[in-house]
């Protein structure tokens, strides 16, 4: 259950800051810790199989990174 006294000192936050808050709380999240499924798992070879065919489509996370903090201000 989240603490609701903690939410809603984030919820008072600008969008910048809470967007650099969720990015660092995600850091602390060892992969290990998350139970990925076999049928992720499987999506997730296909989708690097098809950005290893065609590494240059689509934009890169930091492309996409500085285009939201940039709308965020």
């Known amino acids: 259950m989240v ?7 984030a919820k ?3 969008v910048a800051e809470r967007v650099e808050l ?5 850091a602390s999240i060892d992969a ?4 990925v499924s076999s049928a992720d798992k499987a999506l997730l070879d ?5 950005a290893d065919a065609a590494p ?4 890169s ?3 996409v990174e500085a285009s939201l903090r940039g ?3």
């Open 61 to 63: 996370w930091q492309d």
């Open 22 to 26: 969720i990015s660092e709380i995600w």
């Open 46 to 50: 296909r989708r690097l199989a098809d």
């Open 56 to 59: 240059l489509v689509g934009s």
């Open 12 to 14: 008072q936050l600008d």
């Open 3 to 9: 603490d609701q006294a903690l939410l809603a000192q």
């Open 32 to 35: 290990d810790m998350l139970p």
């Open 71 to 73: 709308r965020a201000g």
